[in-house]
């Protein structure tokens, strides 16, 4: 072992795990408390806690600018925004969407009583593969819904020229994209509609909500309608609708956090430039990096465990989780090995780099819950095991 990652190791007393507190993926970054607190008790104040609020509209107006896309709505969560979105659209039928994605995205159309078709990734971005899009669009395909997974963006200029030819709409889930952009511009104007997420788990959190993008007037209208029962003024039923709303508690939240939110990307970065050099020069590791010249929130900072390595990723992850350090095995398994789906007539489809990723992939924690120091230790700890497999470091 070289000396640095023995002053890694020999730093810990005998028996006792690298960190004495638990360095959770998705743990909330928070904007100070004095400043939630303010713009709570302002929505106390005014009485107006919900029902399209102050808070609620501004989140909206400053998302929009963020986004450069002429309308964004707020909903209360990411997973009610894809269906209102799949039935603002009318889709009906199949949708075609990536099985290496949170199992929210598949659940979305399946709970509308649509069929969801599960197909592959491509390796260079995790993103849904528009060569197995086309071979698998039959007559019944109501449209394709792809996954700007880890922020990183999908292709859309080939999933947008699929769509124009089939004349079916393309609905991105950009749960993962805050803060991130392509060819020049933020993601959030590609495709028919777009769906951010604000869950607390998010580089941008507001508690629980959503944001749905579009620049389609017409597509926006009928979209605020549906978040609201249907209803466009008082005593008006317009159409059928749902309780997709935020409230004003989640828009303080959001707002908060929305004003610190560059300090934090950058924060971000910072860590992944911490665990990219502690993990430098270890074989048979492959940490995520953004394609040159794309803007990136670095809020999910992914390593691929590669087949050469002395370890397989499932015993790094059990390493990792015995020194405090609770990685997650994002996304295992893929949605079509999970329910109802892999229980589907014919089984569940073959989806080759997507069953490989599903056994390679790990997620570093991020955010403000530590310093990149702590990121650079836990990368020499990473690379301690794998050029010492055989003793295993259970313990340091």
Same mark, same amino acid.
């Given at each position: 072992?070289?000396? *640095?990652?023995?002053?890694?190791?020999?730093?810990?007393?005998?028996?006792?795990?690298?960190?004495?507190?638990?360095?959770?993926?998705?743990?909330?970054?928070?904007?100070?408390?004095?400043?939630?607190?303010?713009?709570?008790?302002?929505?106390?104040?005014?009485?107006?806690?919900?029902?399209?609020?102050?808070?609620?509209?501004?989140?909206?107006?400053?998302?929009?600018?963020?986004?450069?896309?002429?309308?964004?709505?707020?909903?209360?969560?990411?997973?009610?925004?894809?269906?209102?979105?799949?039935?603002?659209?009318?889709?009906?039928?199949?949708?075609?969407?990536?099985?290496?994605?949170?199992? /929210?995205?598949?659940?979305?159309?399946?709970?509308?009583?649509? !069929?969801?078709?599960?197909?592959?990734?491509?390796?260079?971005?995790?993103?849904?593969?528009?060569?197995?899009?086309?071979?698998?669009?039959?007559?019944?395909?109501?449209?394709?819904?792809?996954?700007?997974?880890?922020?990183?963006?999908?292709?859309?200029?080939?999933?947008?020229?699929?769509?124009?030819?089939?004349?079916?709409?393309?609905?991105?889930?950009?749960?993962?994209?805050?803060?991130?952009?392509?060819?020049?511009?933020?993601?959030?104007?590609?495709?028919?509609?777009?769906?951010?997420?604000?869950?607390?788990?998010?580089?941008?959190?507001?508690?629980? /909500? +959503?944001?749905?993008?579009?620049?389609?007037?017409?597509?926006?209208?009928?979209?605020?309608?549906?978040?609201?029962?249907?209803?466009?003024?008082?005593?008006?039923?317009?159409?059928?609708?749902?309780?997709?709303?935020?409230?004003?508690?989640?828009?303080?939240?959001?707002?908060?956090?929305?004003?610190?939110?560059?300090?934090?990307? *950058?924060?971000?970065?910072?860590?992944?430039?911490?665990?990219?050099?502690?993990?430098?020069?270890?074989?048979?590791?492959?940490?995520?990096?953004?394609?040159?010249?794309?803007?990136?929130?670095?809020?999910?900072?992914?390593l691929e465990v590669l087949p050469q390595a002395p370890l397989d990723?499932?015993?790094?992850?059990s390493l990792l989780r015995a020194q405090n350090v609770y990685v997650?095995?994002?996304f295992r398994p893929g949605c079509h090995h999970g329910e109802p789906?892999?229980?589907?007539?014919? +089984?569940?489809?073959?989806?080759?780099?997507?069953?490989?990723? &599903?056994?390679?992939?790990?997620?570093?924690?991020?955010?403000?819950?530590?310093?990149?120091?702590?990121?650079?230790?836990?990368?020499?700890?990473?690379? &301690?095991?794998?050029?010492?497999?055989?003793?295993?470091? !259970? &313990?340091?």
């Open positions: 072992m070289r000396s *640095a990652e023995s002053a890694v190791l020999s730093s810990v007393p005998d028996g006792a795990p690298l960190f004495d507190r638990v360095l959770y993926v998705g743990r909330p970054s928070m904007a100070p408390d004095a400043e939630v607190h303010a713009r709570i008790q302002g929505a106390l104040d005014r009485r107006w806690l919900t029902n399209d609020g102050p808070l609620v509209q501004e989140l909206e107006r400053r998302c929009a600018e963020r986004l450069q896309v002429p309308h964004c709505i707020a909903v209360n969560n990411a997973t009610l925004g894809l269906e209102v979105a799949l039935r603002a659209l009318d889709v009906q039928g199949e949708v075609l969407l990536p099985a290496f994605t949170f199992i /929210g995205t598949a659940h979305a159309a399946q709970w509308l009583g649509l !069929t969801p078709v599960f197909c592959d990734v491509r390796d260079a971005d995790h993103g849904l593969d528009p060569e197995d899009v086309e071979r698998r669009i039959t007559p019944a395909t109501g449209a394709i819904l792809a996954v700007h997974l880890w922020g990183r963006a999908c292709a859309v200029e080939a999933l947008e020229a699929i769509a124009r030819r089939h004349g079916i709409p393309l609905i991105l889930d950009a749960a993962h994209a805050m803060g991130c952009g392509h060819a020049g511009r933020p993601l959030g104007s590609r495709g028919t509609v777009e769906v951010f997420s604000l869950h607390a788990t998010k580089g941008l959190n507001a508690l629980e /909500g +959503g944001l749905i993008t579009t620049a389609d007037d017409a597509l926006a209208e009928r979209i605020r309608l549906m978040r609201n029962f249907g209803i466009p003024g008082e005593d008006l039923v317009d159409c059928v609708g749902t309780n997709a709303k935020m409230n004003e508690f989640s828009a303080a939240v959001g707002l908060c956090n929305l004003d610190h939110f560059e300090a934090l990307c *950058a924060h971000n970065l910072r860590l992944h430039a911490a665990y990219a050099d502690g993990l430098a020069g270890v074989p048979g590791l492959r940490l995520m990096v953004p394609e040159a010249g794309q803007a990136f929130s670095h809020h999910y900072i992914v990723r499932d015993r790094l992850v997650r095995r994002y789906y892999r229980s589907r007539p014919g +089984g569940p489809p073959v989806l080759p780099v997507t069953d490989r990723l &599903s056994r390679s992939l790990l997620q570093l924690p991020s955010g403000l819950q530590l310093t990149p120091e702590e990121a650079h230790r836990i990368g020499r700890f990473i690379a &301690s095991c794998l050029r010492a497999p055989a003793q295993g470091h !259970t &313990s340091p």
